[in-house]
């Protein structure tokens, strides 16, 4: 089977979230941009690269399960993409676990964190949601073993 290219991944995955602005009120595109370089800055693998690209996807509703069930993308790929998107209702304990148990999604999240947690992005948000946001990311952080950043 042909997989998809890094550059037909990222295309997906800006035109997914086209319109999309983060908590900062920024363009998505900019998060997985950074998200992927994270990865790559870290020596991730082109899987790896590809998965941040597409992580937050399914979470957003920006791609859907069947599309990402049915595109033409390595097993691990996806399975690193599952297992770090948060499904609704879910435990912090139970997801994080299941990134630890999937091969490469550490990785993927790791970088997500450090972006997610950037005192320049956090700083334009409003006290209350800076300080919740703070608290949760160090939470995840801990319950994946990751130091602090």
Same mark, same amino acid.
């Given at each position: *089977? +042909?997989?998809?290219?890094?550059? /037909?991944?990222?295309? =997906? &995955?800006?035109?997914? #979230?086209? %319109?999309?602005?983060?908590?900062?009120?920024?363009?998505?595109?900019? #998060? $997985?941009? &950074?998200?992927? /370089? %994270?990865?790559?800055?870290?020596? %991730?693998?082109?899987?790896? =690269? &590809?998965?941040?690209?597409? #992580?937050?996807?399914?979470?957003?509703?920006? !791609?859907?399960?069947?599309? $990402?069930?049915?595109?033409?993308?390595?097993?691990?790929?996806? %399975? *690193?993409? $599952?297992?770090? +998107?948060?499904v609704r209702g879910e435990d912090t304990v139970t997801y994080t676990r299941r990134i630890l148990a999937t091969p490469g999604?550490? $990785?993927?999240?790791? &970088?997500?964190?450090? #972006?997610?947690?950037?005192?320049?992005?956090?700083?334009?948000?409003?006290?209350? @949601?800076? =300080?919740? !946001? @703070?608290?949760?990311?160090?939470?995840?952080r801990r319950l994946l073993g990751l130091p602090r950043p």
């Amino acid at each position: *089977m +042909t997989y998809l290219s890094l550059a /037909d991944v990222e295309f =997906i &995955a800006r035109e997914a #979230h086209a %319109g999309q602005r983060d908590k900062a009120g920024r363009p998505y595109a900019e #998060h $997985l941009r &950074a998200v992927a /370089d %994270g990865v790559r800055a870290r020596g %991730g693998s082109d899987e790896q =690269i &590809a998965a941040a690209w597409l #992580h937050d996807s399914v979470e957003d509703d920006a !791609l859907s399960r069947a599309w $990402l069930d049915a595109a033409a993308l390595p097993p691990s790929v996806k %399975g *690193m993409v $599952l297992a770090v +998107t948060k499904v609704r209702g879910e435990d912090t304990v139970t997801y994080t676990r299941r990134i630890l148990a999937t091969p490469g999604a550490l $990785l993927v999240k790791e &970088a997500d964190l450090a #972006h997610n947690a950037d005192p320049g992005r956090l700083a334009v948000l409003d006290e209350a @949601t800076r =300080i919740r !946001l @703070t608290e949760k990311y160090a939470e995840v952080r801990r319950l994946l073993g990751l130091p602090r950043p």
